[in-house]
């Protein structure tokens, strides 16, 4: 199986700011990464598909890019209703993989 | 609107089953596959497989591998799981996810599942 890592676990910063959010895989899966956010008690939320593409409705400050074994996820101006979860999926091969998560909070 | 919508919570006792249902409405059910996937307390989410409801075909992860199965009910636009032999370590939430584009796109709510003696 694709081994998925995030950096950091977790993260707090202050309300208008710049996160950034790595994901490694294990072995290169082109473009087959998603993104999503999950808040307390709830399901996760689809943000990106295909490592770049943003999901209809989810707003604009939420970006992602790479390719091959590196992705970052970047909120460009963080807002408090961003504080959650946040996965990074491969779905190049399967089983399709999970990264462990990074819990964004306000600082 | 795209709606998938679970069955409640259960409880289990070591050794037992269960089967959850993920029951959609507003878009074309055979359509689009259907995966499960579940998360642990502390843990990532965890695929356990899926099944394309217009064939009934399924594809398990090998952890869950004859322990498993996913089905469907097409003409209920329903989709099902059935975990078998549980023990404490399959006390997780199940969700249900709708795929497309690659990504899960729609996603259940959850169904907490306890498994205690």
Request: proline letters at 4%.
């Amino acid at each position: 199986d694709i081994q998925m890592t995030q950096s950091p676990s977790s993260l707090s910063a202050s309300v208008g700011d710049r996160v950034t959010i790595t994901c490694r895989a294990s072995q290169k899966i082109s473009g087959y990464l998603n993104w999503y956010q999950q808040k307390v008690g709830r399901a996760p939320k689809l943000l990106i598909y295909a490592a770049s593409s943003l999901q209809s409705g989810v707003p604009s400050r939420f970006s992602g890019s790479g390719s091959g074994t590196d992705f970052t996820l970047t909120i460009s101006s963080l807002q408090p209703e961003d504080v959650a979860t946040y996965h990074c999926q491969q779905t190049y091969s399967s089983p399709p993989t999970f990264g462990q998560g990074t819990k964004v909070e306000i600082k | 609107q795209v709606q998938l919508v679970q069955s409640g919570a259960e409880v289990k006792k070591p050794g037992a089953s269960v089967k959850v249902s993920c029951k959609t409405s507003g878009y074309i059910f055979t359509g689009y596959a259907m995966h499960w996937v579940r998360q642990a307390p502390g843990q990532r989410l965890e695929w356990m497989g899926w099944i394309i409801p217009d064939s009934g075909n399924t594809k398990y992860s090998q952890r869950f591998q004859g322990r498993v199965t996913i089905t469907r009910d097409t003409s209920a636009n329903t989709a099902y799981m059935e975990l078998g032999s549980l023990r404490s370590e399959d006390t997780a939430v199940y969700f249900c996810a709708r795929s497309y584009l690659g990504g899960f796109d729609f996603w259940g709510q959850g169904t907490l599942v306890t498994v205690s003696s």
